[in-house]
């Protein structure tokens, strides 16, 4: 199963930690869509009559957001971003608190109206956390389920109380220590300098408000619902049961066997005396808790049962599931009518006013008809049937070919989305990405400045695969996943400072031809431009001679880190961002990370502050960004051999083995190899820097490899000038190949490469 940030680094460990990634999701349109399927609604209703409605969408793009609602729009008005992983549901807790849970394994809780600022995250569970229940009458109480059978109950007030009375407390952060070591150590709290949105960690001790636990399932949780006074709790998952509990004490009061496949939605009516029940075995059971059992069973669907809806009086269930079906049922008369279908399975359903909006894997929400006030008014339509109460009976019925008819045909209006990604291809040039998304579309990205190159429409994406296919070497620096329907970038170190690229290869201008480019180095100061400035401007006159970032302590801490770094010789340590890695602004990426504080976070980075320090971000790339310094790399260099032709005169003065990177192009060994021609020896003895003597290994370097210039004692060649052709595996080399290119792709053995050298005559 996929995993979001790195796992809990250990200090007692005597293992080599893994150090933690920076990763960062990229966005081509603008902030006000979703870009994967919708798992969660929640409908906040105006107090006032003339006040405005609102729904909040839950994405598995990691973001909720709120909608301000008209009579066929609705409007963006805010994005909450600080989950770094899907998220699964969320509920409206009184007048204003929004909770949201994710499979980033927290809680989060956010006011409603505001501009999306995370107020509190609360950490618990030790595993995804899938589902929400809240009290319609009772604002403080909200219970949380999750994988591996965790069930809590909240008290959001006192899981919110300020650490202290200063106003500047916006974010704090809760643990008990569940996942770390059994001593107590000081819990972080995020809180922040004077941003109100900053994720700047404080080291303080949180007040170790712990939920109530309901401990009891063995596998896990993927349905919860809670009475209207919080005194009751259903929750429901893999056991295939559906548990009963005191969330006042999360004591177990009953157990209800019935489904023969996961519970993955739940219902209770206000009183707390009928529970409804949707499964994976596609049914929907009625259970009346007073008497232990199930009162009645509704074969409606013909696929697993996974949202529900009841209308305020518990007469009428709406519901909806994997059979991209919305089912309207009457819960006495057991009259069932189609109210609409869907193109992708319906995840979650929100019932407003006479309409319900329907939340389904698609990255779009829609408004439907339902007159849930009235719901007989749909029954009067015709076209009902009744439910049976076995889930075979469905089945048949659907196998015959008798399917009812949709009641509605249209939604009432729909809030679009941008498609997901669901393909992607890194190319061997190693800075572009081509995508192919739900809409078939396809895309070529490129990652070192967020943004789409090329958008070819609706075409093959293996044909446009292989027609961009280059035969060049370069290694992976980074690596790619499409979980959250976006282009998610990760960096880990050191792997992802191995590629380099010369200057001129990347049309940078004011720089060398031969300056080697570290691609990860200018993409990190491309993501952090604005952090710096930010930083920049806060730090003013008293910025620190050194621009060192890492306090004193962690200086001394790190030193035996700083021993295995090179500072980066060839790049000068220069804040200029260089165009092939400039950022779009209009539609910026999204970092996601961890610092020595606080777990993970997401944050856009025209939002960073430049508040932000080691105890939010991984010191290695602050190392980089601030100090210049990168970790040692490996595969930088290429070894290789430089023989003569069968049948060739001409000698060199070079016997040994070669070295030099990775990046240098053939005609810099051309230029090398007529520099040491033995040609009636126009060249001095003087060695020119890098080059090699007779039989001795050495370096070549791209500085040494000039073509025939006067240098160091060498005497110009008379023109004409010899010409020259390298070859491998008996194939003529481009000039403007790599070492790498013609080691993966020509020489194709573990062994050292050997090159061979000819003159051309007659040229």
Known sequence: MHRVGSAGNNSNSSRPRKEKRLTYVLN????????????????????????????????????????????????????????????????????????????DTTLKIWNCLSDGTCTRTLRQHSDYVTCLAAAERNANVVASGGLGGEV??????????????????????????????????PVSSLRPISSNNSITAHTTQCPGYVPIAAKGHKESVYALAMNDNGSLLVSGGTEKVVR???????????????????????????????????????????WDLGQQRCVHSYAVHTDSVWALASTPTFTHVYSGGRDLSLYLTDLTTRESLLLCTKEHPVLQLALHDDSIWVATTDSSVHRWPAEGRNPQKVFQRGGSFLAGNLSFSRARV?????????????????????????????????RHVLTKDTAGSVKLWE?????????????????????????????????????????????????????????VDLNITGKPEDDKVNLARETLKGLLAHWMTKRRQRLGSQASANGDVLSGKDNTARSLAHSRIEVDGNAENDSMVHPPFEFSMVSP????????????????????????????????????????????????????????????????????????????????VVNYVVEKMVLDKPIDTGNTDGSLAPGHGGQLQHSAVVDGSSKSGLKPWPKPRPSVEILCNNQVLSTDMSLATVRAYIWKKPEDLVLNYRVVQGR
Not at 54 to 64: A, E, V
């Open 28 to 103: 081509d349109s603008d902030d006000t869509k979703h870009s994967a399927g919708i798992n969660c609604l929640a409908v906040l209703k105006s107090s006032v009559s003339d006040g405005c409605n609102y729904l909040f969408t839950g994405s598995r793009d990691g973001t909720l957001k709120r909608w301000a609602l008209a009579e066929d729009a609705a409007t963006c008005s805010a994005t909450f971003e600080s989950h770094v992983d899907w998220v699964n549901d969320t509920v409206i807790a009184g007048e204003n608190t929004l909770v949201s849970c994710s499979s």
């Open 152 to 185: 809590f109950v909240w008290d959001i007030e006192a899981a919110v109380t300020p650490l202290s009375k200063s106003s500047d407390v916006m974010e704090d952060d809760f643990s008990n220590g569940i996942n770390g070591s059994a001593n107590s150590l």
């Open 244 to 286: 009963v509990w005191d969330p006042r004490t999360g004591s177990k009061t009953m157990k209800l066997r019935g489904h023969t496949d996961n519970v993955r939605a739940l219902l209770l009516d206000s009183t707390g005396r009928y529970c409804l029940s949707g499964s994976s075995d596609s049914m929907i059971r009625l």
């Open 398 to 430: 659907s196998l015959e070919g008798s399917t009812p008819a949709a009641v509605y045909k249209e939604p009432i209006f729909s809030i679009p989305g941008t498609p997901a990604i669901v393909q992607h291809e890194i190319l061997n040039n190693r």
């Open 447 to 503: 990652i070192t400045r967020g943004v789409v190159v090329e958008d070819y429409g609706q075409v093959s994406f293996d044909e446009k695969k292989q027609e961009l296919f280059e035969m060049v070497s370069i290694p992976a620096w980074f690596t790619v996943d499409t979980r959250l329907g976006s282009l998610s970038v990760h960096l880990d170190t050191p792997q992802c400072f191995s590629a380099e690229m010369y200057s």
């Open 589 to 668: 990426p999204s970092i996601i990370s961890e610092g020595s504080q606080g777990g993970p976070w997401r944050k856009k980075i025209t939002e960073l502050d430049g508040t932000e320090d080691e105890k939010d971000f991984p010191w290695w790339v602050l190392d980089c960004v601030l100090n210049n310094r990168l970790p040692p790399r490996e595969n930088t260099k290429c070894s290789f051999y430089l023989h003569p032709c069968e049948g060739t005169a001409v000698q060199i003065l070079t016997q040994g083995k070669l070295s030099a990177p990775r990046i240098l192009r053939i005609n810099k």
